[in-house]
T-cell receptor, first 111, second 118 residues
């Protein structure tokens, strides 16, 4: 099955700086890669996703890049704000058609 | 946007009780729903995939007799934790994927159910 690795597990940045979270996956058949933001005790919320037919996608301060050859994808948050503080999960949907999640990154934006 | 409703949000009950959790897609049809379990400060672990009109597919290590799943309609899936014990205490989250045509539809999550077994 799919194996998704995510790092770093924790990340602290100063407000206004950029944050980058990286994930790798194992199943070359995976073709859909969403990112979720989860605040404490709340549901994971889809913030951005990318499909395997594109290499980059951007939505305001959030961008995601995908390198299919290397089987890794990254989340980039620019101009970070305190409200960006949360746990972020990457995921990959593989041949089994299920989402497999990374282990999460706890992002703290320091005002 | 797509909304997934899950309830109850919190359950506290005695050991041996069976607990039923409902997951509804409110504004879209979902032929497939997913049930996850999340331990504190850990990732989401897929327990089973719920398919409308057919038996659920369970992940390795998940007891299907312990975690009964029913997906009776295109908008409702239920998870019943049978004869719950303290080790079943966890945060359970359902998720639904839009059934519209095309590949790789987004997957949306419910608010989760925090289950505490005394």
């Amino acid at each position: 099955g799919e194996n998704v690795e995510q790092h770093p597990s924790t990340l602290s940045v100063q407000e206004g700086d950029s944050a980058v979270i990286k994930c790798t996956y194992s199943d070359s058949a995976s073709n859909y890669f969403p990112w979720y933001k989860q605040e404490l005790g709340k549901r994971p919320q889809l913030i951005i996703d990318i499909r395997s037919n594109v290499g980059e996608k951007k939505d305001q301060r959030i961008a995601v890049t995908l390198n299919k050859t290397a089987k890794h994808f990254s989340l980039h948050i620019t101009e970070t704000q305190p409200e960006d503080s949360a746990v972020y999960f990457c995921a990959a949907r593989g041949g089994a058609n299920n989402l497999f999640f990374g282990t999460g990154t706890r992002l703290t934006v320091i005002p | 946007g797509a909304v997934v409703s899950q309830h109850p949000s919190r359950v506290i009950c005695k050991s041996g009780t069976s607990v039923k959790i409902e997951c509804r897609s409110l504004d879209f049809q979902a032929t497939t729903m997913f049930w996850y379990r999340q331990f504190p400060k850990q990732s989401l672990m897929l327990m089973a995939t719920s398919n409308e009109g057919s038996k659920a597919t369970y992940e390795q290590g998940v007891e299907k007799d312990k975690f009964l799943i029913n997906h009776a309609s295109l908008t409702l899936s239920t998870l019943t934790v049978t004869s719950a014990h303290p080790e079943d205490s966890s945060f359970y989250i359902c998720s639904a994927r839009e059934s519209s045509t095309g590949i790789n539809q987004p997957q949306h999550f419910g608010d989760g159910t925090r289950l505490s077994i005394l």
